[in-house]
């Protein structure tokens, strides 16, 4: 049956862009993301199989339904979308996305025809470089303590969207065998899922940030893991500088093997390299990276496979005080091995307030007073930065901060310092958080006063909890009141506890 498929694939094979025709930049019609059955009819969560040029389609004619709940699954799909298929070289030219916008590309892959180890190795590219290596569903199986019997696989890699809104996936012929897809989702990543500040009418913490792409300094930092690692194989020699010493796990690589950074304060980072140094055969072969505010709860940013020392993970930023790399693969034969672990600066100062963002309307301005104010008064929980304070945006506006995880809570941090008036009753307004009253006829200079301050420049912060919607966006207006003009000073995002 599985020849017959084949032979009937390749008779008819489909012209470049059989899913649909060829097209130009559209509207982002799949911004929300997008699920495609490759080679196959699709089903209520995932379409037929479109956007494709090249291969042949497919279906499972080994008897199984596979086990396609194992652990190298993360996010399961229907069994229906693993049972089909398109084999030989193919590419997805998956279009409509939000352009810029950053994705998780999960790829599945289940071999219905080979068992065993290399019978069936090849390449996969996304936008033009290599995702997956010598990749071998059977051995990524093996190596998570599989059998090697019709096991699903998952791998999943985060990429952005072109200049047409597009993401391409090339699956290339390698040393042997032929290329093979089973399924392909993309899904929006909340890259302010971790939260977000933002300096209103300012540029941001430049000033005391670690420029885009330099490594940040790692004094102060604590290295921890879920080894028993002998003392002289600890945690912190990998962030220690003396290349001569290096963290190991003392033990073959295992699934869900970890080793964690404490960097003490929030940090604003998109890159991390793993070095295994001059043991370079003890490289992780796959492996994700979690970040944490609280060092309890951790959210994957990034899933990588590894194809040899050093080890490269991009991704979207992220601000975050805790940094895990957890092992998705086991190896029987490698202990894993870091030389040096080098996280690189995404350009946010250390505080991760970025320049004014997400806004419309508005004027933005800065403080001209003379005086830097009281800015750790106690109507501040959460202090910022001076440079914070020291810039607004006043009048009617609007931020709309987008990419938070949909239906999350955030605590809206909201900072106010009134450079102008020093009287109550000057500056009086309203502001709403997604579409409902947050504070009502509020005066910056009454609240400090209502704390014990004498009304001169003093900061105040006001917090509301808010749900980010099913876009996830969460909106706050500045609105207008019965006295002068809306003016606000820096805005924050935080995951409520």
Avoid: C
Wanted: aromatic share 10%; glycine share 14%; hydrophobic share 40%.
């Amino acid at each position: 049956m599985l020849l017959i498929a084949l032979v009937l694939g390749l008779i008819g094979a489909a012209p470049a862009w059989a899913g649909g025709p060829a097209r130009a930049a559209a509207a982002a019609t799949n911004a929300g993301g997008v699920s495609i059955d490759s080679g196959g009819a699709g089903d209520q969560t995932f379409a037929a199989d479109e956007y494709y040029s090249g291969g042949t389609a497919g279906v499972n004619a080994s008897g199984s339904n596979g086990f396609t709940t194992f652990k190298t699954v993360a996010h399961p799909i229907p069994q229906a979308d693993w049972n089909s298929f398109r084999s030989s070289a193919s590419t997805y030219q998956i279009p409509g996305l939000t352009v810029g916008g950053v994705y998780q590309v999960r790829l599945y892959f289940l071999d219905w025809q080979n068992t065993q180890v290399g019978k069936r190795v090849f390449d996969v590219d996304v936008n033009g470089a290599p995702a997956l290596e010598n990749f071998d569903a059977v051995q990524a199986a093996g190596d998570a303590g599989g059998d090697g019997t019709y096991i699903g696989v998952e791998e999943d890699v985060n990429e952005t969207a072109d200049a047409n809104g597009d993401i391409t996936v090339q699956f290339l012929p390698g040393p042997v065998g032929q290329p093979l897809v089973n399924a392909i989702a993309l899904a929006p990543v909340a890259v302010n899922a971790q939260g977000v500040s933002v300096d209103s009418g300012g540029q941001g913490d430049s000033g005391g940030a670690v420029p885009a792409g330099a490594a940040l300094p790692e004094t102060g930092w604590v290295a921890t893991a879920n080894t028993s690692s002998a003392p002289g194989d600890a945690p912190q020699n990998a962030i220690s500088g003396n290349t001569g010493a290096r963290f190991s796990s003392d033990a073959d690589q295992s699934f869900g093997m970890w080793w964690q950074a404490d960097m003490g304060s929030t940090q604003s980072f998109d890159e991390v390299e793993l070095d295994s140094g001059g043991f370079n055969a003890d490289y992780a072969r796959g492996y994700q990276v979690e970040v944490s505010n609280d060092g309890t709860t951790f959210t994957t940013v990034s899933t990588d496979t590894g194809t040899g020392s050093p080890e490269t993970a991009v991704f979207a930023p992220q601000t975050a005080r805790y940094l895990r790399i957890v092992l998705t693969d086991s190896v029987r034969t490698n202990w894993w091995s870091l030389v040096d672990v080098t996280v690189d600066s995404s350009g946010s100062g250390g505080s991760g307030f970025a320049a004014d963002e997400y806004y419309s309307g508005g004027t933005a301005g800065v403080n001209a007073s003379g005086s830097n104010g009281f800015t750790t008064f106690k109507t501040v929980a959460h202090p910022i930065p001076q440079a914070d304070w020291n810039s607004f945006r006043s009048s009617a506006s609007t931020y709309q901060i987008p990419d938070l995880t949909a239906g999350g809570v955030y605590q809206v941090r909201l900072y106010f310092l009134d450079w102008q008036n020093t009287q109550v009753g000057k500056r009086v307004f309203d502001v709403d958080v997604n579409g409902a009253p947050a504070l009502t006829g509020f005066d910056i200079v009454q609240a400090a006063g209502n704390a014990g301050g004498d009304g001169t420049y003093i900061g105040v912060e006001e917090d509301v909890n808010a749900t980010a919607d099913a876009n996830g966006d969460v909106t706050v207006q500045f609105l207008p009141g019965s006295a002068g003009q809306p003016l606000v000073n820096a805005v924050a995002l935080v995951p409520a506890g």
